[in-house]
C-alpha cells in the first residue's frame, strides 16, 4: 500500500512502476489493482489522499 497525497494518481503509480519496482525485488502480480478512497479522500484537492494497492510478488 502507497498513500497518494493530491490530485495526480497516475504520477504515483508511474513512480512505483519506473522507480521503486525495479529495485525492489518484486513483480506485479496478475491481481488487481485498487485504491481505497476514506475519510481523507477530497475530489479535485491539492490535500485529498487515498490509499493505493499495487499487487507484487517476489521474481
Not at 498513500?3 to 508511474?14: I, N, R
Request: proline share 5%.
Amino acid at each position: 500500500m502507497v498513500l497518494h497525497k493530491g490530485m495526480d494518481a497516475g504520477a504515483t503509480y508511474q513512480k512505483i512502476i519506473t522507480e521503486w519496482l525495479p529495485t525492489s525485488g518484486y513483480k506485479i502480480a496478475n491481481r488487481p489493482h485498487f485504491q481505497v478512497m476514506g475519510e481523507k479522500y477530497n475530489n479535485g484537492c491539492q490535500d485529498s489522499e487515498e490509499d493505493v494497492y499495487v499487487p507484487i510478488e517476489k521474481l
